[in-house]
């Protein structure tokens, strides 16, 4: 089977509702491809995802009718690889989605995604100047849905949605976060580039390091536990944190337990609680903290929405489920996934665990509450609406001295430092005399 076969199949599967990278991991592993071709083949599915609604946009004018989604995705990946990877000739593109569709569909078929393929490639590129609603046009031109962009025009204008919109172009860096338990960064880095990985100390994290080559994914010493892969935005939660050595405390929302484990890391007499919903993702905590040598803690299955965690935590953590608007370039699918409904049911939720788990916090003690998305009612509205329902709930400041923050909350957007986007807002319990 060739590279575009199994593109094909990977944008059935992630358009059915399947994870993107774990669909490509899952391929990359079972396939036998050489190098040309894993990167072929990781290149055209997750730029066919991220460019999803441009290709439609480009092929509109072309697509007559009804026609089957893997045909429509078909024509999306080969209209790609025919606007963005110049390295192919469009003859190639052509002819193998031909007999890809041959394969699939009958002769008839085939001869409509040539025509439709070789009228797109004879004529020039539609031009985004004819859209003529602005929002539509940025829509569209950075495959973003409307209701986002028309989101963060709201709450940014104009100017700041665009500065987001493009920031979500760019590949994602690669982030690793140090295990201080095991090494040191400079001799991470050392032993990293005498291996031949490029990488470097991240300057907005002390525990963070850039790699410029996925080997660092699958480098000995990321099984030995020398290091963890997380991107910088979500490292900025143990600062807010800023966990004293004997600290008690939860993650509440923990899995696969990258927080709460690097908390861990830092209490040389305190322990880690790291609890999930989800019983399958504990496993991950557990081999987590295995890898990395960390055993000053306890993951179990937990509902922070209901559970009696049966102690009281100095911190508790809530990284709470979102809809994940600042991993965007990360998980490129879950822009068409999400809907603008979902918002409520997601900032319910959000309250929900909060206004249960704050019950299990010392007098005195400090909730952080942190998601990895981009949405005033996800983040600055909940952290309000918590304090508000809660008069023993008052906002602490914390500092991000890299960032050059101190305050409340902080809303990391991906164009300022390249990173994720990512929200953090701290809570201090009041003692009540």
């Not at 849905?145 to 949605?161: L, M, N, V």
């Not at 496993?283 to 102690?311: C, H, P, Q, W």
Request: charged share 25%; with cysteine; aromatic share 10%.
């Amino acid at each position: 089977m060739n590279v575009r076969e199994i593109a094909l199949r990977a944008l059935d599967k992630v358009f059915s509702g399947s994870y993107s990278n774990i669909v490509l991991n899952d391929y990359l592993n079972n396939y036998e491809l050489n190098d040309s071709d894993r990167a072929l083949l990781s290149e055209i599915v997750y730029g066919t995802i991220a460019k999803k609604l441009t290709l439609e946009f480009y092929l509109a004018p072309f697509i007559k009718g009804r026609m089957r989604q893997w045909q429509r995705n078909l024509l999306m990946l080969s209209v790609y690889q025919l606007v963005y990877l110049d390295r192919i000739p469009p003859y190639a593109v052509i002819n193998e989605a031909v007999e890809i569709t041959k394969t699939r569909g009958g002769l008839s078929a085939s001869k409509v995604t040539n025509a439709i393929l070789r009228n797109f490639e004879r004529e020039p590129l539609r031009d985004f100047s004819d859209i003529k609603n602005d929002k539509t046009r940025l829509s569209v031109l950075s495959s973003i849905p409307q209701w986002i962009i028309e989101h963060w025009i709201t709450h940014y204008k104009f100017e700041g949605a665009v500065k987001i919109a493009e920031s979500l172009q760019d590949r994602p860096k690669l982030y690793a976060r140090v295990n201080t338990r095991k090494t040191t960064r400079d001799t991470l880095i050392e032993q990293l580039t005498a291996d031949g990985l490029e990488v470097e100390a991240a300057t907005l994290h002390q525990d963070g390091i850039i790699s410029k080559t996925n080997q660092i994914l699958k480098h000995p010493l990321f099984f030995k536990g020398m290091y963890s892969i997380q991107d910088i935005s979500s490292m900025f939660v143990h600062d807010a944190v800023n966990p004293k050595h004997d600290d008690v405390v939860l993650d509440a929302c923990s899995a696969p337990g990258g927080k709460g484990l690097h908390v861990a890391e830092k209490l040389t007499d305190g322990h880690a609680d790291l609890a999930d919903v989800h019983p399958h993702k504990i496993t991950l905590i557990d081999n987590a903290a295995k890898r990395l040598e960390i055993d000053n803690y306890s993951a179990f299955v937990a509902d922070a929405t209901a559970f009696d965690y049966g102690k009281k935590y100095d911190k508790i953590i809530v990284d709470a489920p979102c809809s994940g608007l600042g991993v965007i370039r990360r998980k490129p699918e879950i822009r068409y996934e999400r809907k603008s409904e979902d918002i409520d049911s997601l900032v319910k939720l959000q309250l929900e665990i909060l206004n249960h788990v704050k019950q299990f916090l010392k007098p005195g003690g400090e909730l952080i509450y942190s998601t990895c998305t981009i949405h005033q009612m996800e983040n600055e509205n909940v952290a309000y609406t918590f304090m508000k329902q809660n008069e023993d709930i008052e906002f602490e400041p914390f500092d991000l001295p890299t960032l050059n923050f101190s305050g409340h909350m902080r809303q990391i957007l991906p164009y300022e430092f390249d990173t994720d986007g990512f929200f953090i807002a701290k809570f201090k319990r009041r003692v009540i005399r």
